[in-house]
């Protein structure tokens, strides 16, 4: 029994230190593994998080209302994707923004000019004039078509021999009639039928042309003056009156004539004509200057009025106008 006691306590103590010695090398080896194990984890979540945008940036601060050049933008590429922003420097290139933007800002389209004033070609402006069904050819008008201006210019009752209608401006593109615009044109595929039907929902009140700057001055004294009328025209008929028929209208301001010995100043064109302004009278007259009355004596006849200090006296009365003056002559 002894014997059998000491056996089992002999195998006991084998078993504690073969269990130690196995423990001993686990523990050895589970640094390793754990390192192994936990190895590529850091690995995919760099992965994730490296995810990256071509994004177009700011190269250097680009002041509001003027065009960007391409060499001050960049592409960077970042971990972020703005609404809006760009990929390609060509794109962003030559727009402007509205607000200036610092080095480093992501370009953005909300940040830079839109809309009606994109349609608009260098050396023009947009000008809105007063517009109903009649004067806009029965509402027919669309963003995009062509017309000509034609303005009516009434004289009083006593008058009528001096109202006269004649050709204002020349093929003009239309922009914007009432609610559409040229920026604003239902994409193709979409209903045409209801478009137009929802534009003639609403009368126009405006039409909006694409005029030369040198012009406006004719299309606003016109549209204060007269009547406008708009015509509408072929897109492919480019004819044009041609102005060596005509003598140019002389403008409200005078430029400083050239001092001596200095070269003969150009005729004024373009923003200095615009500058000059027009008059409503050489607009009429066609630069002849105020409408002046023929210069004849009209004789009224009226019956003697008697004076209210001094004796009475009798005889005729003439009244003789002479342009914007009046006198009367007793006989």
Known sequence: MINLTKILAAILVLLAIALGGYAWMLSRQAPVQTAQANGPAPATVKAQQVLVYPVVVAAKPLPAGQ??????LRVE??????????????????????????????????QLVSGLALRIAEGERAVA????????VGNKLQPGDF???????????KDVDRSQARLLLSRKRVLAFGNASV???????????????????????TAVLAVPVDEVNRLTIGDASGRLML????????????????????????PVQAKAGEARRAPLEGLDRAQAGL????????????????????????????????????????????????ETVNY
């Open 279 to 326: 008059t409503a009278a050489d607009l009429v007259t066609g630069g002849k200057g105020p409408a002046v009355r023929p210069q004849v004596a009209e004789v009224r006849a009226a019956s003697a009025v008697p004076r209210a200090a001094g004796p009475a006296r009798t005889g005729l009365q003439v009244e003789v106008i002479r342009g914007e003056r009046s």
């Open 77 to 110: 590429r970042l971990t972020i994707n703005p609404a809006g922003a760009f990929q390609d420097v060509a794109v962003a290139a030559g727009r402007v923004p509205v607000l200036d933007l610092a080095e480093g800002t992501p370009v953005m389209e909300n």
């Open 67 to 72: 065009a960007i050049p391409a060499d001050a």
């Open 147 to 157: 017309v000509d201006v034609f303005i009516t210019l009434k004289s009083d009752g």
């Open 129 to 136: 004039v007063k517009a109903d069904e009649v004067m806009g």
């Open 231 to 254: 015509a509408l025209r072929n897109p492919n008929d480019m004819s044009e009156p041609d102005p060596k028929l005509f003598a140019d209208l002389p403008t409200a301001l005078q």
């Open 183 to 205: 920026d604003g044109l239902p994409p193709k595929g979409t209903d045409k039928a209801a478009a137009q039907q929802a534009q003639r929902a609403e009368p126009a009140r």
